[in-house]
């Protein structure tokens, strides 16, 4: 019999390739979409837990320019989270008026019972149906289809991918304020602001666009554009944040080149 990982590669493969996803050869699952040559959007997930008769997984999902600190996908999914989110918080992002309790589970689960594994565990008393795993592979495709692919595909440059991480992933462009122009402390992409923002008052303008003024405190809206307007103003932080960029992109593209993606 076919193990879940097995059958989940090969339907992920199928179903995600008409999206433009790609599987990466290694041991690892991760399908990988790239826009241009600037954006990589990534969908994996790993196994959370496993006891006889459940297994439960887990998907994730994330974007990266070639503009961030460095692009690694050749440790698992389980230790390369500081750049990808759980299905589920996307979820909530996009519909923002739906409760916790309507959320559908970011983890999935299915019935084992004829895999090896099964019979190293007494056997656990599960108090509701477990799906088959192929009725699991379906749904987490369904969800990836409905859910995932359609906040990928807002992003076709630049501009748009920031509007997706000021939404998803808020803190990945977050200027750290103890050390604003220290490059490895702000090794995500903070300093991909500088391409895409010409003034302070663009930066500002969508921070709000995206957040609100109610969840957007003045104080630390007028503290991230200070720092961005020095960032883009002050002529020797400036070109040394142009020579960091130029020297991430380089180290980056050489990376995506490697996996073959481009």
Not at 34 to 44: A, D, R
Not at 109 to 131: C, G, H, N, T
Not at 132 to 154: G, N, R, W, Y
Not at 226 to 249: M, Q, S, T, V
Request: one cysteine or more; hydrophobic letters at 35%.
């Amino acid at each position: 019999m076919a193990t879940f990982e097995t059958e989940m590669k090969r339907a992920y493969s199928e179903a995600l390739a008409p999206y433009g996803f790609k599987k990466l050869k290694g041991r690892y699952p991760y399908f990988v979409r790239m826009v241009g040559e600037e954006i990589l959007q990534v969908i994996t997930y790993y196994n959370e837990w496993a006891m006889n008769p459940r297994r439960t997984f887990c998907m994730v999902c994330g974007m990266a320019t070639v503009y961030r600190g460095e692009i690694d996908l050749e440790s698992s999914p389980r230790d390369n989270t500081s750049w990808r989110q759980p299905y589920r918080e996307i979820y909530m992002d996009s519909h923002p008026f739906c409760s916790r309790e309507d959320v559908p589970k970011y983890s999935f689960e299915y019935e084992m019972p004829d895999e090896p594994s099964a019979q190293k565990f007494p056997r656990e008393v599960i108090p509701y149906p477990l799906p088959s795993m192929q009725e699991a592979i379906e749904h987490t495709l369904d969800l990836t289809k409905q859910e995932i692919i359609p906040v990928f595909d807002t992003v076709t440059d630049l501009k748009t991918c920031a509007k997706y991480f000021h939404k998803y992933d808020s803190l990945c462009m977050h200027m750290d304020e103890r050390s604003p122009f220290d490059w490895v402390l702000n090794y995500r992409e903070q300093l991909f602001n500088l391409k895409v923002y010409n003034n302070a008052d663009e930066f500002s303008a969508t921070r709000l666009e995206i957040y609100g003024e109610e969840t957007m405190p003045s104080e630390g809206l007028q503290k991230q554009t200070a720092l961005f307007e020095r960032l883009l103003n002050d002529p020797d932080i400036h070109a040394k944040a142009l020579a960091e960029l130029e020297r991430r992109r380089q180290r980056n593209t050489e990376t995506l080149r490697g996996y073959g993606l481009l």
